[in-house]
T-cell receptor, first 109, second 112 residues
Framework: GNSVTQMEGPVTLSEEAFLTINCTYT??????LFWYVQYPGEGLQLLLK?????DKGSNKGFEATYRKETTSFHLEKGSVQVSDSAVYFC????????FGAGTTVTVRA | NAGVTQTPKFQVLKTGQSMTLQCAQD?????MYWYRQDPGMGLRLIYY???????DKGEVPNGYNVSRLNKREFSLRLESAAPSQTSVYFC???????????FGEGSWLTVV
């Protein structure tokens, strides 16, 4: 079945550091891919998405490119801020939604 | 513009008690989902409903039942709550293309 694997955390960074969270997927067909963010005590918010191969999703300085050849959708941000501290989830949708386990990111001032 | 509404937001149950989590969406979507979120395990799918009148098991359906009462509502029932069901529960719905997912705010359930 469809599944998503993302890098385990926690990840701790200093402000202005470069962030990468790896995400790979297994799916039949051509799923849509998503990154969600969950801030402390809140629900999940859509961060960005891509619906087909080579699409790049971007939002709030974050980017991810849908790579069909490597079945990956890695999340990147060039310069993180303390306010980026959150749990990040990679997800795919084919006929149902599947999520990765989440990666906790902490950014220190 | 409520989107996805879950109730209750917080609940404490004793082992063996039953309860129903309610979810309603006002976006006229066909697909609805129930997830549970546990530390280190991410979001795991309990049940989903591709359309009114249909439901299917997800990854962790044991101990739960669901009802898709109509297009708007998708409820999750715990018949006999167990401490292992202490979790945060999220209802979600998607557009027809599946390109956008909308989540409820979550329901924090503690079973003692």
């Amino acid at each position: 079945g469809n599944s998503v694997t993302q890098m385990e955390g926690p990840v701790t960074l200093s402000e202005e550091a470069f962030l990468t969270i790896n995400c790979t997927y297994t799916a039949t067909g051509y799923p849509s891919l998503f990154w969600y963010v969950q801030y402390p005590g809140e629900g999940l918010q859509l961060l960005l998405k891509a619906t087909k191969a080579d699409d790049k999703g971007s939002n709030k300085g974050f980017e991810a490119t849908y790579r069909k050849e490597t079945t990956s959708f890695h999340l990147e941000k060039g310069s993180v801020q303390v306010s980026d501290s959150a749990v990040y989830f990679c997800a795919l949708r084919d006929y149902k939604l599947s999520f990765g386990a989440g990666t906790t990111v902490t950014v220190r001032a | 513009n409520a989107g996805v509404t879950q109730t209750p937001k917080f609940q404490v149950l004793k082992t063996g008690q039953s309860m129903t989590l309610q979810c309603a969406q006002d976006m006229n979507h066909n697909s609805m989902y129930w997830y549970r979120q546990d530390p280190g395990m991410g979001l795991r799918l309990i049940y989903y409903s591709a359309s009114e009148g249909t439901t299917d098991k997800g990854e962790v359906p044991n101990g739960y039942n669901v009802s898709r009462l109509n297009k708007r509502e998708f409820s999750l029932r715990l018949e006999s709550a167990a401490p292992s069901q202490t979790s945060v529960y999220f209802c979600a719905t998607t557009t027809g293309s599946g390109n956008t997912i909308y989540f409820g705010e979550g329901s924090w359930l503690t079973v003692v």
